[in-house]
């Protein structure tokens, strides 16, 4: 949407999400005031998205048109909430996962911005209706839930507070598609929106077949990344079951729909993730990998997630 073009965001929080959402908007020309309540820890950002910038640039995997200098021009941090939220059309928030601190953020923005100005959480599992529960005007108030690394993995779920307006809903979509993210829209709240309840069914069903003895954590995790995941980076369960009939989705129902319903039938309850069955899966993956491996294993994972995006372009 071109007359987003050049307006100004101001991202509260600097931590891990902040200083990614701050290069997702740079990548796409906007201003971004960042803001801290930690006195000098936005300034660092600064300092920590330079370097980024410029490794990205150098490994020729900087987003946008912009070079990694006319990017950092865009940025500013400040100390002062007021000074961050000065002309800002959209606040992109990212403190802590507190319902308090989040609260307190919000009551806090609104109070100094006026009423056009989008109110956007990043939070992770918190509903709308008690993030937002604090300010006057809920209409202008939305969730936009990245996944991590955001710079590489570009969905963003948007959902709604009951009361939020389309057309804030249409801003947002806008914003995430012009900075060159993959918006999704949810109709309504739902705890654990879209993402994480897909993310969970997949971990208790994993769980339960390794505390079930039926397969090992190395194995079931090779299901995910050499079977299924494989198209999963492609296509979606939906399109998988359409592609995977010779006449699409009905041909697949027919032929498939009383097996589905027989395995999930034997699905077993919510693990609890403690005790004996959560001290051996531990074990297990520690084995496989030792808390020294994981900087280098996470280092790998987003240079593969770099490639794969390359590749989805
Ligand atoms: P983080 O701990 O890295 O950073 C939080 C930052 O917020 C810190 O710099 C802290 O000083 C600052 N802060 C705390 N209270 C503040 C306040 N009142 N005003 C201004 N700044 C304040 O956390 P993170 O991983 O960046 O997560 C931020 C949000 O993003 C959380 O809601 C989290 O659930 C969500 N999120 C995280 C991930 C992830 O994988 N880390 C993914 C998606 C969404």
New binding site residues.
């Given amino acids: 949407m071109s007359s987003l073009k050049g307006k100004i965001i101001t991202v509260?929080?600097?931590?891990?999400?902040?200083r990614s959402w701050a290069m997702v908007f740079l990548s796409g020309g906007y201003k971004v005031q960042i803001?801290?309540?930690?006195p000098g820890?936005a300034s660092g950002a600064i300092t920590e998205i330079r370097k980024q910038l410029d490794e990205l640039q150098q490994a020729k995997m900087l987003r946008g048109n912009l070079t990694a200098a006319e990017q950092l021009s865009l940025l500013s941090s400040h100390d002062d909430l007021q000074q961050a939220l000065e002309g800002a059309f959209f606040v992109q928030e990212?403190?802590?996962?507190d319902v308090e601190?989040?609260q307190?953020?919000f009551s806090e923005v609104e109070n100094l911005v006026t009423e056009s100005v989008i109110l956007s959480?990043?939070?992770?599992?918190l509903m709308p209706s008690n993030v937002f529960s604090r300010v006057q005007n809920q209409t202008r108030c939305i969730i936009s839930?990245?996944?991590?690394p955001p710079y590489y993995v570009r969905l963003v779920e948007l959902v709604p507070h009951p009361e939020t307006l389309p057309a804030v809903m249409d801003v947002a979509y806008s914003l995430m598609t012009d900075v060159g993210q993959a918006p999704v829209r949810l109709r309504k709240e739902i705890d654990g929106f879209a993402l994480n309840r897909v993310q969970y069914a997949i971990i208790a069903e994993c769980w339960r077949l390794v505390q079930d003895g039926v397969i090992s954590v190395k194995d079931i995790d090779l299901v995910m990344s050499e079977g299924l995941g494989m198209r999963y980076a492609f296509i979606g369960p939906i399109e998988t079951m359409h592609l995977n009939a010779p006449e699409g989705m009905e041909d697949y129902l027919q032929r498939y729909k009383e097996g589905m319903k027989r395995v999930l039938n034997t699905f077993g309850p919510v693990p609890d993730f403690s005790g004996e069955p959560a001290a051996r899966i531990t074990k297990e993956i520690c084995e496989l990998i030792p808390a020294e491996h994981l900087p280098a294993r996470r280092e790998r994972r987003d240079q593969l997630l770099m490639e794969l995006a390359k590749l989805k372009k």
Avoid: M
């Fill in positions: 509260v929080g600097s931590g891990l999400i902040g803001y801290d309540n930690i820890q990212c403190v802590f996962e601190a989040k307190t953020v959480s990043s939070t992770s599992c839930h990245p996944v991590n």
